[in-house]
């Protein structure tokens, strides 16, 4: 499969990863350093999501979201060290899981009330 030439429609986590493929002069192969990057970012995600759940233990959606987000961390982190390190494979895992996270975000009431004071709090004159 062949990358494309200029930047893909769509979502901001495709775009970042887009980003990433031009920094490396479009070589399709993520360099280790950058692969532990993206896999220290997830499991920052994960780590949120599992704070998010613990703040809210009775919330079966946002465990189910929260086990789906480790189950997708794991399979990527799998596929990528088995040799897929490029950015065909890692780019539609980001996607992947930066959607379970983001699904986990809105789950979340601890999260939902976070941004809705700091969008509040934003808007009010002073």
Known sequence: ?????????GNLHQQMMWDLYKLQNEESRVKGDR????????????????????????????FDAHEYLKAAISRCRS???????????????????????EECKNL????NKKSSSTSSSDATPE
């Open 108 to 111: 979340s009431s601890f999260a």
């Open 35 to 62: 692969v532990e990057i993206i896999f220290e970012a997830w499991k920052q995600l994960r780590g949120k999501c599992q704070r998010y759940w613990t703040d809210d233990i009775d919330n079966d959606k946002l």
């Open 1 to 9: 499969m062949e990358l494309p030439k200029e930047t893909p429609s």
């Open 79 to 101: 596929m990528v060290m088995g040799g897929g390190n490029d950015v065909k494979t890692i780019a539609p895992c980001h996607v992947e899981i930066m959607k379970a996270f």
